[in-house]
């Protein structure tokens, strides 16, 4: 015998009840015309309300989507950091010969609006992120890109990713790097147009890293404070940091 689904015994029901409940007005009042008068007038307004009901339960439905869909998105993007990020972000800031004049700027405190945080990311959009290009440099720099180049893959392969564009450049970039620099045996005595492009390239993954940094603290402070804590106390452009509270 085939079942009928939970829907259907449900919409039954309803409409078993509706028609006793129109019985027991009549055995009540034994109005016939009042009851298809109201009837009829609920029955022109059922399209309405369908409508309604469809329209606010569809943005509803498509804001707790996207709301899930971001705090997938922003796990990933935490993972990032916590795996390969930050360290990234240090080293290269490290190489960076005029941090120094924007350093104090970028450490973030607790007490940071959303003014402040856009004051840096304008900050960060002007300035100019260079890096030293010595073959040293390039050998410690290509020993944390492949320490993590699955990770890094399998980043891509998220599917999380493709709604954030930003993020994805990043990504792309940082592995671009890792491909030349593995492609290259030893970077002593390489040309000075091969070392101004992969200086190019580095200066590109540095950019993007800080901005989306910058994002990522900001996102952390207005969801998840405990995050943000450690994160603040190991902020890679800060000298002084340290993840001990003190």
Not at 1 to 16: D, E, K, N, T
Not at 57 to 67: C, D, H, I, N, T
Request: aromatic share 10%; glycine share 4%; net charge negative.
């Amino acid at each position: 015998m085939r079942r009928f689904s939970w829907q259907v015994l449900l919409g039954a029901a309803l409409l078993l009840l509706s028609g006793l409940l129109c019985l027991l007005s009549y055995a009540i009042f034994r109005d016939a015309h009042d009851i298809g008068l109201y009837l009829s007038i609920d029955v022109a307004f059922v399209p309405i309300e369908v409508l309604l009901v469809t329209l606010i339960m569809s943005e509803l439905l498509s804001f707790r989507e996207k709301r899930s869909r971001l705090q997938k998105l922003n796990m990933v993007i935490g993972a990032f950091f916590s795996e390969v990020g930050v360290r990234l972000l240090a080293y290269l800031s490290d190489l960076d010969p005029e941090l120094e004049h924007i350093r104090g700027e970028l450490v973030i405190r607790g007490d940071w609006s959303h003014r402040e945080f856009r004051s840096l990311t304008r900050r960060l959009g002007e300035y100019r992120h260079t890096v030293s290009s010595q073959s040293g440099h390039y050998e410690e720099l290509r020993s944390l890109l492949t320490a993590n180049r699955s990770f890094l893959l399998r980043l891509l392969e998220n599917p999380t990713l493709l709604e954030q564009e930003a993020f994805t450049d990043l990504l792309r970039a940082v592995f671009h790097l890792t491909e030349e620099l593995t492609a290259r045996d030893s970077f002593s005595g390489l040309p000075a147009a091969d070392l101004a492009h992969l200086r190019g390239d580095t200066e590109r993954v540095y950019l993007l890293l800080a901005r989306e940094w910058t994002a990522y603290m900001q996102h952390l402070r207005g969801n998840y404070p405990y995050l943000f804590s450690l994160a603040m106390r190991t902020n890679p452009f800060d000298r002084e940091a340290s993840p001990i509270i003190s």
